[in-house]
């Protein structure tokens, strides 16, 4: 019997500083988002470093004597008095010892500063910027994505190369890129002109991709007569699992930052008049690294291709405000700002009881008298969203009556199919509908069933 190998846990630790300029509560916000990619990404985190100065270290981020107290930390002190409850506790006589893995540093760092912090605290140092592409790296399917994903990678790495190359040890060591792994290359052998040569290659496949994609969604749009609907906002809002329940659909749900990266497109359920496509974006953090918002442009291109935006927000978090600024400035860099927008406060049922829950409800609808407050996992509310949903896109439908012979009955069909059949009733020549749909629809059915009669 094949013993199951149970994969051994990552630790790391998180450090960052402070700045005059950052209040409490956007600094312990950063670190809890931070800690959440770290989860994501597999670390456990064991502890963390907090520093307040008036500016970076411009050696090693962090100063002398709080890089010291790391050192130490991850060399003689790393207990696992915090990981009381971890499932991976060790037994027996080194119990209280635990190996670092990584050092997560909050902020994005120069290639220098990585490197002799490294050195210093005799740890792998990753910034915010790379956690995030390895989270990237790992969860990317589609080829767009994954093109997309090395390319910002790659440009990430090109100016560390140099350092990268200084920490190859006695052996022979060398380091990868982002998160000591490469995608499908050894990236500190790859020198500045293969970067750009490699970067180029995929920019040209994105933009064949990019045509591809464009042609298959102006053929679904005329055979389907699509209004789109598109669900944006920060990430672990609640927007994959709203997704399933509007659309009914069995797509991931994972309390992870990024659980998924790739559009998903599916139809509204029940199915309306018009047929509405409901799609699901990556979602945002704060400080997502402007290279990456650049190279998934095409990730968000449902977002731009929608009539509609539902942007989720976590009615939860006491700093939903931060997740409203960060979606508006995302949303304004790829040029989505113009489309009409309906909030949606999710997880209001995380909210405390039924009274915290009711008072936190009134205060959203004063503040954003237009919004949605609900609960994804509540069928009636999911309901009323969907009613809303459909109630925009039939704002500029017609009515009209419609007139089917008995000789031609078999075109019934695409009068249910197409339109929303008010009333119905028939005389000794034919059927009259009156129905509601699109102007241009109605116009062609009631041309198509002359033809036939």
């Given at each position: 019997m094949q013993r199951e190998v149970k994969?051994?846990?990552?630790?790391?630790?998180?450090?960052?500083?402070?700045?005059?300029?950052?209040?409490?509560?956007?600094?312990?916000?950063?670190?809890?988002?931070?800690?959440?990619?770290?989860?994501?990404?597999?670390?456990?985190?064991?502890?963390?470093?907090?520093?307040?100065?008036?500016?970076?270290?411009?050696?090693?981020?962090?100063?002398?004597?709080?890089?010291?107290?790391?050192?130490?930390?991850?060399?003689?002190?790393?207990?696992?008095?915090?990981?009381?409850?971890?499932?991976?506790?060790?037994?027996g006589a080194n119990a209280n010892v635990c190996e670092i893995d990584a050092i997560l540093v909050d902020h994005e760092i120069s290639p220098s500063q990585a490197r002799n912090l490294e050195k210093e605290v005799g740890c792998e140092v990753m910034d915010r910027t790379m956690v995030i592409l390895e989270i990237f790296h790992n969860n990317a399917r589609s080829r767009a994505a994954r093109a997309q994903v090395e390319?910002?990678?790659?440009?990430?790495?090109?100016?560390?190369?140099?350092?990268?190359?200084?920490?190859?040890?006695?052996?022979?060591?060398?380091?990868?890129?982002?998160?000591?792994?490469?995608?499908?290359?050894?990236?500190?052998?790859?020198d500045r002109r293969k970067i750009r040569d490699r970067i180029a290659e995929l920019q040209q496949e994105i933009v064949a991709m990019d045509v591809e994609r464009?042609?298959?969604?102006?053929?679904?749009?005329?055979?389907?007569?699509?209004?789109?609907?598109?669900?944006?906002?920060?990430?672990?809002?609640?927007?994959?699992?709203?997704?399933?329940?509007?659309?009914?659909?069995?797509?991931?749900?994972a309390n992870k930052l990024f659980a998924t990266l790739d559009t998903t497109v599916r139809a509204l359920h029940p199915e309306s008049v018009p047929r509405v496509l409901v799609s699901d974006t990556v979602g945002f953090i704060k400080n997502l690294p402007h290279g990456l918002v650049a190279s998934f442009k095409s990730t968000l291109d449902e977002a731009?291709?929608?009539?509609?935006?539902?942007?989720?927000?976590?009615?939860?978090?006491?700093?939903?405000?931060?997740?409203?600024?960060?979606?508006?400035?995302?949303?304004?860099?790829?040029?989505?700002?113009?489309?009409?927008?309906?909030?949606?406060?999710?997880?209001?049922?995380?909210?405390?009881?039924?009274?915290?829950?009711?008072?936190?409800?009134?205060?959203?609808?004063?503040?954003?008298?237009?919004?949605?407050?609900?609960?994804a996992r509540r069928p009636d509310e999911v309901a009323g969203l969907r009613q809303r949903i459909v109630a925009f896109f039939q704002q500029d439908l017609v009515e009209t009556e419609l007139f089917l012979r008995w000789s031609a009955q078999q075109l019934r069909g695409d009068i249910y199919a197409n339109c929303e059949v008010l009333e119905e009733r028939a005389d000794g020549e034919g059927a009259f509908f009156r129905v509601r749909g699109e102007a241009d629809m109605l116009a062609r059915l009631r041309e198509r069933f002359q033809q036939a009669g």
């Open positions: 994969e051994k846990p990552r630790y790391a630790v998180v450090a960052a500083v402070q700045l005059p300029s950052v209040t409490d509560m956007e600094f312990e916000a950063s670190l809890s988002e931070l800690r959440e990619l770290a989860k994501t990404l597999g670390f456990e985190i064991v502890r963390t470093f907090i520093q307040k100065r008036s500016s970076f270290d411009t050696t090693a981020y962090l100063g002398v004597g709080k890089r010291q107290e790391i050192q130490h930390f991850v060399n003689h002190e790393a207990e696992y008095a915090e990981l009381a409850d971890s499932p991976h506790s060790p037994q390319i910002a990678r790659l440009g990430y790495m090109a100016p560390r190369l140099r350092e990268a190359a200084k920490l190859a040890g006695p052996q022979g060591r060398q380091r990868s890129g982002a998160g000591g792994r490469g995608g499908g290359e050894s990236h500190t052998e790859l464009q042609t298959q969604r102006a053929r679904r749009q005329e055979r389907q007569g699509l209004a789109g609907v598109a669900l944006v906002g920060y990430t672990n809002a609640g927007k994959s699992t709203l997704m399933r329940a509007l659309t009914g659909s069995d797509v991931l749900v731009l291709d929608a009539s509609l935006l539902l942007h989720v927000i976590d009615a939860s978090d006491p700093g939903f405000e931060r997740q409203l600024e960060v979606t508006d400035k995302v949303l304004a860099e790829i040029g989505a700002d113009v489309l009409p927008r309906l909030r949606i406060f999710n997880k209001i049922d995380h909210v405390g009881d039924a009274a915290a829950q009711a008072e936190c409800t009134a205060k959203l609808r004063a503040q954003y008298p237009d919004c949605v407050v609900m609960s």
